[in-house]
């Protein structure tokens, strides 16, 4: 009865709170990087509301403003690419297909890949057309929705507030829930600390920085619509072995068989001492000798996490992962140490 009791309490308190997940989330999201500010901040101004407040305005200041604008850019460039395939803007394929194939090194390319295998550009050009009705549909500005993500926005920055303020106590409460030794919720928080920071911290600075540079690069050699490619860079940094190569490669080649040899080749070559060393120099900085997750469970957070959350997700997937492997290897470590208690009080009995 009492479960029964506690499963239905359970499922009225997620219907009530079912509405505000999504800006609570990103509450969370921002709570969790920008906490060791708050830490810093509070060394020095002792009352916790004022030390909030200062956070959050920095919040505001460094990271949302600059991110609400780069998403009313990156708007505009989506409603762009759909009106421009919407509206014949797409012949420049077929022309790059006639240069391709005119090119000595098609032949021993579809060689390898096999003619019937590679697509045509009709098939290109109606898949890009598809793409562009959806962007042109689902992309256009309603007030509603200006409406609707300003009441979020609020809710997030008033959730923030009270993560940073009453956050540790209410983490702290938590902790004496939990089914385990003093030790073992050290353990767990010291390893959680190492999980988020490895892979929020390394992933997350890492595909902005990404993103950051391939967008400026493509500003700079005049590519249309920068700020959605920096975007896409900044996603496809999570992704093993393809990273942003997937983004700027294609690009350089496009501008090499274009003729445009110089701009070509210079993207190739920031592509690969600057975009991509990123991930080389950076990543070891921050990770250091942290606990981390392996790559494949980070891709496939990230994925899982965007489909289930929307673009939250490329932070909460592997935040929740992170949380999880911590949980399971202090439950592993438990079930380790049973056998070794026992053998103990055995000796102890002898």
Do not use: C
Not at 28 to 51: D, E, L, Q
Not at 194 to 223: H, K
Not at 271 to 284: E, H, R
Request: hydrophobic share 50%; charged share 15%; no cysteine.
């Amino acid at each position: 009865m009492l479960l029964a009791i506690l499963a239905l309490l359970g499922y009225l308190s997620y219907e009530i709170i079912s509405p505000f997940l999504v800006p609570i989330a990103w509450a969370i999201v921002f709570a969790v990087v920008f906490y060791p500010v708050y830490a810093f901040i509070s060394r020095y101004i002792k009352v916790k509301s004022i030390s909030s407040s200062i956070t959050v305005l920095l919040i505001l200041v460094v990271i949302i403003a600059p991110i609400t604008y780069m998403s009313s850019l990156l708007i505009d460039e989506l409603q762009k690419v759909g009106d421009y395939t919407n509206n014949g803007g797409l012949d420049f394929v077929s022309d790059l297909f006639g240069k391709m194939k005119a090119s000595p090194h098609f032949e021993k390319i579809s060689s390898f890949i096999g003619e019937g295998n590679m697509p045509t550009a009709d098939q290109i050009t109606d898949n890009m057309k598809k793409i562009g009705k959806v962007l042109a549909e689902n992309l256009s500005i309603r007030i509603t929705n200006i409406i609707f993500a300003a009441i979020n926005f609020l809710f997030m920055l008033f959730t923030i507030f009270f993560l940073f303020k009453d956050g540790p106590g209410f983490l702290t409460k938590v902790k004496d829930y939990m089914p385990f030794s003093e030790e073992q919720k050290n353990r767990l928080a010291t390893q959680m600390k190492d999980m988020i920071v490895s892979t929020v911290y390394g992933g997350v600075v890492v595909a902005i920085i990404q993103g950051l540079l391939g967008g400026i690069a493509f500003y700079v050699i005049d590519i249309t619509s920068p700020v959605l490619w920096g975007v896409a860079m900044s996603v496809m940094s999570f992704v093993p072995l393809l990273g942003t190569l997937s983004i700027w490669g294609p690009a350089s080649i496009y501008l090499i068989i274009q003729g445009d040899y110089m701009h070509g080749i210079g993207l190739v070559l920031f592509g690969t001492f600057a975009i991509s060393m990123v991930d080389n120099i950076l990543k070891p900085l921050i990770i250091g000798s942290r606990t981390k997750m392996p790559t494949i469970i980070i891709f496939f957070s990230v994925l899982g996490g965007i489909k289930a959350f929307g673009i939250i997700g490329l932070i909460m997937g592997p935040l929740i992962m992170a949380v999880f492997i911590s949980v399971f290897e202090i439950i592993r470590h438990i079930e380790d140490e049973i056998p070794v208690k026992r053998e103990d009080s055995k000796k102890d009995e002898l």
